[in-house]
């Protein structure tokens, strides 16, 4: 099993999963991925948290990002979800939101790279792709060498430790080390809702992602 040193300065993640709240998909096309993950890359870079790897499903989204469950996560996570619900509203019309609440486990030194390794390989599970470097919506590609990421990725810690080589070898046997792979999905099993975490009496309204449905759709091919 390959294995590194913690490089100095490495930062504990977090396990968060964002799942649909209604019968609609949270990204009914393409156009809306692109806008989802830009609303994600302003929030995490406006409270200082930075993104591993990640996953859209197509009725989740999973992210592995590089701070521990807290404050600052779940006003990123909030943020990003209520930024995104605003111009999803516009385009779609109703009144509910369009995720449940967020979930988050924090992930030990121990477990980064296998929490990642299950976060790329999750199109592979869900059928969606033959191999995790082929799915467009993850960090895969940008990891394995076969693509870019539409998410800004933290890949110090990563390429310190993996070469695009090794980690096409990792997503390959995913799952074939049953131990690590309980470690994970116990981990996943006991995310805890961000929102139970200590809130300030009234927060900040953030600022509109976009003005309007139609602006939004021009600017998410260049915005990442």
């Not at 990642?116 to 059928?127: D, G, K, N, Q, S």
Request: aromatic share 10%; proline share 9%.
């Amino acid at each position: 099993m390959f294995s590194c040193s913690r490089p100095e300065g490495a930062r504990p993640g977090s396990y968060v999963i964002l799942k649909g709240a209604g019968p609609v998909p949270p990204w009914p096309k393409e156009r809306d991925r692109f806008v989802f993950l830009a609303a994600l890359q302003r929030s995490l870079s406006r409270h200082g948290t930075g993104c591993a790897g990640y996953c859209l499903l197509d009725r989740s989204a999973h992210l592995l990002l590089t701070a521990p469950p807290g404050e600052d996560l779940r006003r990123a996570a909030a943020e990003a979800c209520s930024g995104y619900g605003r111009y999803w509203r516009g385009w779609y019309a109703g009144r509910r939101p369009v995720f449940r609440p967020a979930r988050a486990a924090a992930v030990p030194q121990e477990l980064l790279w296998d929490a990642l390794a299950h976060v790329e390989t999750a199109p592979v599970r869900a059928e969606l792709a033959a191999a995790a470097e082929g799915y467009r919506w993850s960090s895969a590609p940008a990891h394995a060498g076969w693509g870019r990421s539409y998410l800004r990725l933290e890949s110090g810690q990563w390429s310190a430790c993996w070469s695009c080589r090794q980690w096409r070898g990792r997503l390959a046997e995913w799952g074939g080390d049953l131990q690590r792979l309980r470690a994970v999905l116990r981990l996943v099993e006991n995310a805890k809702p961000l929102r139970a975490l200590a809130a300030p009496a009234s927060e900040p309204c953030p600022p509109p992602l976009f003005r309007g449905p139609a602006q939004a759709a021009r600017a998410a091919a260049g915005c990442l």
